[in-house]
């Protein structure tokens, strides 16, 4: 039996907290951020763990994309272990593509099309923004099974821990957003 959804446990906009003892070490000290969220399941992008081995810059001469010189490099993240071949920019709500957006919450949409990546090399996307290649997907009742195990803990987004740079200290971040401090968080959890 699956645990029932309420409107609580609408997860989409928020950020998702590995625990320390996450089974899966795909997701090791994650922090992810829930595009979407309903009762067939949820969908979300990684936004601390960037792909060293692949640059913005040589992912668009790859598609055959120009880019204007001026334009600021953006990290490539691995945004989950599903699809790594597609793209996904998550950004702020200041873009919106034609051809396809998913406007997330007031502050935050994600595009998976070519043409955000065409407008940010010419200058003119999003004002802020990051590419994630694959994503973190969960069926019905996945994702709230595992947040019952203890293996997420769950925030508000900040744009600091979403865009920013120091992916390094994304996941500390998080748990101080929830008042908790990394070096006492154990890795076993107990129920009262």
């Known amino acids: 039996m699956r645990p029932m959804m309420t409107d609580t446990n609408d997860l989409t906009g928020k950020l998702l ?26 969908m979300g992008l990684i936004v601390n ?11 668009l001469d790859q598609l055959g994309i120009d880019r204007d010189p001026n ?5 490539v993240h691995f945004g989950g272990p599903v699809d790594h071949a597609r793209g996904f920019v998550l950004h702020s709500a200041d873009y ?4 396809g957006t998913l406007q997330v919450d007031d502050r935050i949409g994600m595009t998976a099309t070519i043409d955000v990546l065409e407008d940010i090399g010419k200058g003119r996307g999003p004002k802020t923004s990051m590419l994630a290649l694959g994503y973190a997907g969960w069926g019905p009742g996945q994702l709230e099974s595992e947040i019952a ?14 865009f920013g740079r120091a ?26």
């Open 17 to 42: 907290i590995a625990m320390p003892d996450m089974g899966d070490p795909r997701f090791a000290h994650s922090v992810v951020y829930m595009c979407a969220h309903a009762d067939d399941g949820g």
């Open 49 to 59: 763990k960037p792909q060293s081995e692949i640059q913005f810059g040589d992912l």
């Open 71 to 75: 334009v600021r490099d953006i990290r």
């Open 96 to 99: 919106c593509s034609d051809t």
């Open 149 to 162: 195990q203890n293996g997420w803990l769950i925030c508000d987004p900040r744009d600091d821990i979403v």
């Open 167 to 192: 992916n390094e200290h994304k996941w500390s971040a998080a748990l101080k957003v929830l008042g908790i401090d990394p070096i006492l968080l154990s890795s076993t959890a107990g129920r009262a």
